[in-house]
């Protein structure tokens, strides 16, 4: 029997919050049983497109200058390929059109998955008014043609879908064995990454304005001035990389911040800082506060960032982005704290943080 093949839309591949889900998805998942295929939005090469194909996988790019025009195409391949029975959208607002055209391609299971709190834009004036009415619609036209309504978290829920009923709330999941072993074998080794010496702290996340990096970049100016040894680790790529690259030598930043762009082992990463930052302007259920915490490690996120990031193992410290000062200080006075492999997966797992868990709840929505 041929496995069911599911069709996420996604912009593109690459090592970034909803894409790493889903990949810890794929791999868990009884691949016999559901194959996963991917509509990407470019002809670029995506971070994950290798692992995928050899997966089984297939990454089909649609190019178009609008979400119209992408509708249309989509729609188009779904009548060309009736072997998909089920979309899986990921694009929060332009869930909608995604919906449209599985809707009026005659799929019966469309699924639209909310993983974030908030739309991108952080402009105001006459554009965000604009917006505000595109999000309504989109929001409206979601909630109808949504045979399956998931989120990241109940904040995420309730962004897109307005309220909670008949939302099934699926937490970004990680492998929390997997975790606990390669942190084990990092912690045991000589370091050849971070300075034992220093202070090391770790920031995962795309370069983009949402993810506030300049924040970070005045924590490390105030560090200095108080004569703190320590590097900031900047993981990730995006549109503003090269510009934050460049105030870190206009601040004489270059001896404590870097920038080290995508890395496929951000767990071993993790397991071998001290302490994470996370000051985003808005957040969905990120990944990386799931990995950190499986991990054991130490985070300080924006008090932006939905309270239900915090898993209940004490590692998460919510601060105001308003001042750079408070984050400073947490660095400075913050205390390890020892917690068990057996703790921390108990923990996780209860909450619905396990990978395996998740991959059998997907594969029976698929399935229907």
């Not at 702290?201 to 924040?215: C, D, G, L, S």
Request: aromatic fraction near 8%; glycine fraction near 4%; hydrophobic fraction near 40%.
């Amino acid at each position: 029997m041929k496995p069911i093949r599911v069709l996420h839309i996604i912009g593109k591949m690459d090592r970034a919050g909803a894409e790493t889900m889903l990949m810890n998805l794929y791999r868990h998942i009884d691949r016999k049983k559901v194959q996963f295929d991917f509509v990407t939005f470019t002809n670029d090469k995506g971070d994950y497109d290798d692992e995928i194909i050899a997966m089984g996988g297939r990454v089909i790019p649609i190019i178009a200058t609008n979400p119209i025009t992408r509708m249309f195409k989509l729609y188009l391949l779904l009548k060309k390929h009736p072997e998909y029975h089920t979309i899986h959208s990921h694009v929060l607002l332009h869930n909608a059109f995604h919906l449209m055209a599985a809707y009026a391609a005659g799929l019966k299971n469309r699924i639209s998955h909310s993983h974030n709190t908030s739309s991108s834009r952080l402009d105001n004036g006459f554009v965000d008014k604009i917006s505000h009415k595109y999000e309504n619609v989109a929001k409206s036209i979601i909630n109808q043609l949504a045979t399956h309504r998931i989120a990241c978290g109940s904040e995420a829920g309730l962004y897109l879908y307005n309220n909670l009923e008949n939302v099934l709330i699926l937490p970004n999941a990680v492998d929390i064995k997997e975790a606990h072993k390669i942190a084990y074998i990092n912690r045991i080794k000589l370091n050849k990454d971070f300075d034992s010496s220093r202070l090391n702290i770790v920031h995962v996340a795309r370069f983009m304005p949402v993810k506030n990096h300049e924040f970070i970049l005045n924590i490390a100016r105030e560090l200095i001035e108080k004569k703190i040894e320590f590097t900031i680790y900047l993981v990730g790529d995006g549109l503003l990389r090269s510009e934050i690259e460049n105030k870190i030598i206009k601040y004489g930043l270059s001896n404590y911040v870097k920038a080290i762009g995508i890395q496929s082992d951000v767990i071993r990463l993790m397991s071998q800082s001290d302490i994470m930052l996370l000051p985003s302007f808005y957040e969905g259920f990120p990944v990386v506060l799931v990995e950190s915490q499986a991990v054991g490690l130490p985070a300080l996120v924006s008090n932006r960032v939905s309270k239900e990031v915090d898993l209940g193992l004490g590692l998460v410290n919510f601060l105001d982005i308003d001042e750079v000062s408070p984050w400073v200080d947490a660095i400075l006075n913050f205390q390890s704290i020892d917690l068990s492999n057996e703790e921390i997966f108990n923990k996780l797992a209860y909450q619905g943080f396990d990978i395996s868990s998740n991959s059998e709840i997907l594969t029976r929505i698929y399935s229907k």
